[in-house]
């Protein structure tokens, strides 16, 4: 009986211990309100070194930001001398002297700056406060006080001699205007072209001039290449921006107005090739923003779903600029193919051009191109003769899952080419002959690379990306190597236990190196393509940060549900962490396949991960099997035919194990997080495992993937090929969904989607919502009006409201809390 006795008061003492523990717990709305955006603006600077990399020399200049302010740097490699391009306080002095307006070497803000005459002058640009004034037409108006109206703030134009340190005012200096975003530029600068009403135009230098100059003189000459172009199969894009964002009542204003074409020019001005898509059969899709003023707008926008026989036909037209003629090429093998036209033009322009032109991967006389399968299944690399508008296939790629694809390497204008591919289970370089003979494999073993960077054709060398190779190493860190094209001498150019990024200049002697890890201070260092470090250049100033109570999150490595595969991740703790207490634990989540987001560098991202740790809570992320392609590509694949459980197992996996190993972690309050496929898989896991979840905020997911977009949703999860008796080729897509299970919830839910979210589709989120009410449950949802994909302005509101959700259920803190969000409210001037 005493023994008993005992027992049952040992585990009194025990329950009331850890109930202590956790109620001492409160939610450190302060602490998290420290981090916000906007404080963590005025902590953290530059973090990188962004090289200009100048045309005539190997030289290179950057501006770089700390709490002492902006200076601006030239970097001569060949000299390993790194100096100022100018002395801040003396350039200062300088220009208040002619703009009458006060300026230090703290806030020295200048804008445009770039180099002009033989490199050793900059030209740049600085705001003043003194008003540009427009004198009205005395005869029009007798009014005195409408004579003259302001009209903005004058631009003082300035030039620098890095040599003598002289300042030119330029008093009749017009500024360049930029490049129109509908204007496609020639390589010789002769010819642009542009679409409008469908069709495409060209106008020549001096017309183009007179466009900078206004888009509406009348006296500008185009001419109309195409007439058979109409809605939904034209030649250009369908609206004025990137993003196609346009509402029904914008695209009837900009009907008429130049738009831009998506060409590849070939590399002596004389023809382009663009691939002109059918979308007619497309059904559309639409969004309505309910606040728009003064009526609500509806935006209409073609959305190709999964499994959907409406296909658009992507068509391959070749320009001739002479004869202003066009030729269809007959690149047609696959029912519902995509068409994939390579350029030889950079993303980043890391050189100081205005403008680099859009020229095809090829020369003068061919192109190379990809075609792909609706399956994902078959690649075919293609190379176009232009002289004979004949289409060639030269390398073929076939998998059972899908293939991934990286840009060709040309070798002396094709004569050999440089493939990627993950035949043997590891993304490696091969090369070929012009005819698509294999003559050797460049790289191999288990280890991934990523991009070629630079060919040395003289040398024969290549200069790639690639991870996973070094030993003792997080899998995921980047670095750069060289190797022979015939496989020999494979060379680690930027050694060091860090993740990196390289920016290479054009003649491939030198490249800068931007590199740190989560619990490290980005550096950035100089490098010779040898491998030899020239100098150090910066070290990311955290002083301001540390000063604030900030700290490091931690690495950690576990195993997946497999017990064998490693799973690397981060925990990110409180900053007045207490070992003595038992944290709940929140798991941010992204399921891939296309990325983990499992941050590998220092960032300033700090919402979702350590600055939700500070309200009281252990935050983790960490990879799944099926997640990032910088792995096997059996990793990659894992989830093919499953893509709505195959991550969660893993993530479960790794709370136990990290629970087991630390008595900080509180395993019986788990909540989970996630945005766009993080939201899918954080609703998974409520759904799926709803004894081990107990809370999640769920963030414009794609909770049902049959009405997700086709590229994605058949690409990572399948779709079934069916050839009929007669010989037609259809589709069939079938996949498990949020809604099917959403009758498990037992944990609280918050649902957040933005209203107008033309990506993921609000629907999604609708149809979760159907599904928990018919099954007659309780849960949240927040729609955040004008908000697309991500949360823009509303990001702040989101992130309070996530910390009142997270701090109800698993903190168990029910503080009554004032109805202003008062975090938010602190940071509002209010001038009246």
Not at 17 to 31: E, R, W
Not at 250 to 278: G, M, Q, Y
Not at 293 to 310: S, V
């Amino acid at each position: 009986m005493r023994k008993l006795s005992f027992a049952l008061l040992l585990l009194f003492v025990v329950s009331f211990s850890s109930n202590a523990q956790n109620s001492s717990l409160k939610a450190n709305y302060q602490l998290a309100a420290k981090f916000s955006p906007k404080k963590l603006n005025k902590m953290i600077f530059s973090t990188s070194v962004d090289p200009h990399w100048l045309k005539k020399s190997d030289r290179f200049w950057y501006v770089y930001e700390t709490t002492e302010g902006k200076k601006w740097y030239i970097v001569d490699p060949l000299k390993a001398e790194k100096k100022l391009l100018f002395d801040n306080e003396k350039l200062a002095a300088a220009i208040t002297k002619i703009v009458k307006d006060p300026f230090d070497a703290q806030h020295l803000g200048l804008d445009s700056m770039r180099f002009v005459r033989d490199e050793n002058w900059i030209q740049f640009e600085v705001k003043s406060t003194q008003d540009i004034v427009e004198k009205k037409d005395s005869t029009a108006k007798k009014d005195a006080k409408a004579k003259e109206k302001p009209k903005g703030k004058k631009t003082f134009y300035f030039e620098y001699s890095l040599n003598s340190g002289e300042l030119i005012e330029l008093n009749d200096f017009k500024k360049p205007k930029r490049k129109p975003v509908w204007a496609s530029i020639s390589p010789d600068g002769n010819t642009i072209i542009f679409g409008k009403k469908q069709n495409l135009y060209l106008m020549d230098k001096l017309n183009y001039e007179k466009a900078l100059k206004n888009e509406e003189d009348s006296t500008i000459v185009e001419v109309q290449l195409t007439k058979d172009g109409i809605e939904n199969f034209g030649y250009h894009r369908e609206s004025l921006s990137f993003g196609d964002n346009e509402t029904n009542v914008d695209k009837e204003k900009n009907k008429n107005k130049r738009k831009p074409a998506s060409i590849f020019w070939s590399p002596d001005s004389k023809k382009f090739v663009l691939t002109r898509t059918d979308s007619r059969k497309v059904k559309d899709l639409w969004v309505i923003n309910s606040i728009a003023d003064p009526r609500p707008t509806l935006e209409t926008y073609k959305y190709w779903m999964p499994g959907e026989k409406e296909a658009p036909v992507e068509n391959v037209i070749l320009f001739d600029i002479a004869s202003k003629s066009q030729q269809e090429l007959n690149a047609d093998l696959f029912k519902d193919q995509s068409i994939g036209i390579w350029s030889t033009t950079p993303l980043a322009n890391t050189r100081d051009d205005d403008y680099r032109p859009n020229i095809w991967l090829g020369t003068k006389d061919k192109f190379y191109f990809t075609r792909t399968s609706r399956d994902l299944k078959s690649i075919d690399v293609l190379v176009a003769d232009v002289n004979t508008n004949s289409v060639k296939s030269i390398i073929e790629e076939r998998m059972n899952t899908y293939l991934e694809n990286r840009k060709l390497g040309l070798v002396n204008g094709g004569k050999e080419l440089i493939h990627w591919s993950e035949r043997d289970g590891w993304g490696h370089f091969y090369l070929y002959d012009e005819t698509g003979k294999l003559k050797n494999q460049i790289t191999s073993g288990a280890f991934h690379t990523e991009e070629i960077i630079g060919i040395d054709e003289k040398k024969r060398v290549l200069y790639f990306t690639a991870n996973n190779r070094e030993s003792n190493e997080d899998p995921y860190y980047l670095h750069t190597y060289r190797v022979n094209f015939d496989g020999t001498g494979l060379r680690l150019l930027n050694e060091g236990n860090f993740d990196h990024a390289s920016s290479i200049n054009d003649n491939q002697l030198y490249f800068v190196d931007n590199f740190s890890r989560i619990n490290t201070a980005p550096k950035a260092v100089l490098y010779n393509t040898e491998g030899k470090k020239i100098l150090d250049l910066e070290t990311t100033d955290l002083s301001s940060l540390m000063a604030s109570g900030y700290k490091f999150p931690q690495t950690f490595k576990v195993k997946a549900d497999d017990g064998i595969t490693d799973l690397f991740g981060v925990m990110y703790k409180p900053y007045d962490f207490d070992s003595t207490k038992k944290y709940p634990i929140i798991e941010y989540v992204y399921p891939g396949p296309q990325t983990e987001s499992v941050n590998k560098t220092f960032s300033k991202g700090m919402d979702r991960i350590d600055r939700l740790a500070q309200l009281g809570f252990i935050v983790i992320t960490v990879g799944n099997r099926g997640g990032n392609p910088a792995r096997s590509k059996w990793y990659h694949n894992y989830g093919y035919g499953n893509l709505r459980d195959y991550g969660l197992a893993d993530k479960k996996a790794a709370i136990e194990q990290l629970a087991d190993k630390h008595s900080f972690m509180n395993i019986n309050k788990v909540g989970i997080h996630g945005h766009s496929g993080g939201g899918f898989m954080s609703t998974a896991a409520m759904f799926v495992y709803p004894d081990f979840f107990k809370s999640a905020v769920s963030c414009a997911g794609n909770h049902d993937n049959s009405i997700y977009n086709r590229w994605w949703s058949e690409k990572h999860h399948g779709v079934k090929e069916l050839i009929s008796e007669k010989n037609d080729t259809s589709f069939v897509y079938s996949i498990e969904k949020n809604p099917d299970v959403a009758k498990n919830l037992k944990g609280k839910l918050l649902l957040i989607h933005g209203e107008i979210d033309n990506n993921v589709h609000p629907a999604n989120t609708i149809r979760v919502v159907n599904a928990l009410i018919k099954a007659n449950k309780r849960f949240e949802m927040l729609t955040l009006p004008t908000q697309r994909h991500g949360f823009g302005d509303m990001n702040e509101y989101f992130f309070w409201k996530m910390a009142d959700h997270f701090t109800k259920y698993l903190l168990d803190d029910f503080s009554d809390r004032s109805v202003d969000i008062e975090e938010m409210n602190r940071e509002i001037e209010r001038k009246r």
